[in-house]
């Protein structure tokens, strides 16, 4: 029996004295002095990438708080490093791989890669899209990946216009090019085209004006006096002086019924040709003579706002698309 207490006593002594089973701590996320059990809780290597413990579970599809710092984990519980996804939204962890730092999620107003983002702090650094102040100033960051548009000069948003300035923040409370700007940025009804519109009627619950002067398109749908807008403040180029877009009520009628509506105009193909009147379309800017397909090759002429046509009126591709597949033959169509 004693003999049996013994061999009991040095099994215990060997097995107390062998090491738990641990990994190494990124830096940044955890002291990398200590070690933590895979058993229990803390920061786990994976192969190249870190998971994270807790009472033995990984975390995963979860943004979590450690030491202060927020870290993201994808839904295999692994550490999310760069721009990623989590409940549909994007937001972006450093990739400081083997520094302080490696994994946080960041926020604020940064620079990653060649683009400017706006990480917002209030939403566990989501990406922020549309329109921003930051320290008073107004910026803009695109709808369809967050970039911030820094391209001097105007743009389209929704129904307004808004123009962004050298250092990339977009104009309030001045004048540009004649155009009144208020705190929003935006300058909606240039030329007073959607109080002109309401005096016209259409055979469909569509309406077209061309303002020649401003070389701007104004797109409406409901009734007389009851116009509402599509689109406004759309540029185009119109009829050079010895070739001049004709002035006048119209009714849109053909439209070539060809691949991309496209027509061949003599030394240029344009496409969606949608006839005004005689002799004169709406049409997308001009390609290379014989172009079949617009969006695999770059315009010939792409120049708007200016009186360089043989009479038709111009109009940004997706512009042109829209006239041709959404408005209706007998539209009314007022050129002034």
């Not at 050298?166 to 700007?181: E, Q, V, W």
Request: aromatic share 14%; with cysteine.
């Amino acid at each position: 029996m004693k003999r049996r207490i013994a061999m009991l006593f040095v099994l215990v002594m060997i097995l107390s004295c062998m090491p738990v089973m641990a990994a190494a701590v990124p830096a940044g996320a955890a002291d990398s002095s200590k070690t933590v059990s895979v058993q229990a809780s803390g920061w786990v290597k994976s192969g190249t990438t870190w998971m994270y413990y807790v009472n033995g579970k990984a975390l995963k599809s979860q943004i979590a708080t450690i030491g202060k710092k927020k870290y993201a984990f994808d839904a295999n519980g692994k550490l999310c490093l760069g721009f990623f996804k989590l409940w549909g939204s994007t937001y972006y962890a450093s990739r400081n791989l083997g520094s302080k730092g490696c994994g946080e999620i960041l926020t604020g107003y940064r620079k990653i890669g060649p683009a400017f983002f706006y990480l917002d702090p209030a939403k566990n650094g989501r990406v922020t899209k549309g329109f921003v102040r930051i320290g008073g100033k107004l910026r803009y960051f695109r709808m369809k990946d967050g970039y911030q548009r820094t391209t001097k000069g105007w743009f389209q948003y929704g129904t307004a216009r808004y123009y962004v300035k050298a250092d990339g923040t977009i104009a309030t409370n001045t004048t540009i090019d004649g155009y009144k700007i208020g705190a929003d940025g935006a300058v909606r009804d240039l030329a007073g085209m959607d109080k002109k519109a309401q005096g016209y009627d259409s055979n469909t619950r569509y309406l077209i004006l061309v303002n020649k002067s401003k070389h701007l398109v104004n797109f409406y749908k409901g009734s007389k006096g009851h116009w509402t807008i599509i689109k406004r403040n759309i540029p185009c180029t119109i009829g050079k002086s010895s070739t001049p877009t004709k002035s006048g009520n119209f009714k849109l009628s053909i439209r070539s019924e060809r691949v991309y509506g496209y027509k061949d105009f003599g030394s240029a193909t344009a496409f969606y040709a949608t006839r005004i009147n005689a002799g004169n379309f709406f049409h997308s800017v001009l390609y290379k003579l014989g172009c079949r397909n617009p969006y695999t090759h770059s315009p010939k002429d792409a120049r708007m706002g200016k009186n360089i046509s043989n009479s038709c009126i111009r109009l940004p591709l997706a512009d042109a698309k829209y006239i041709y597949e959404n408005f209706p033959r007998y539209t009314r169509t007022v050129v002034y």
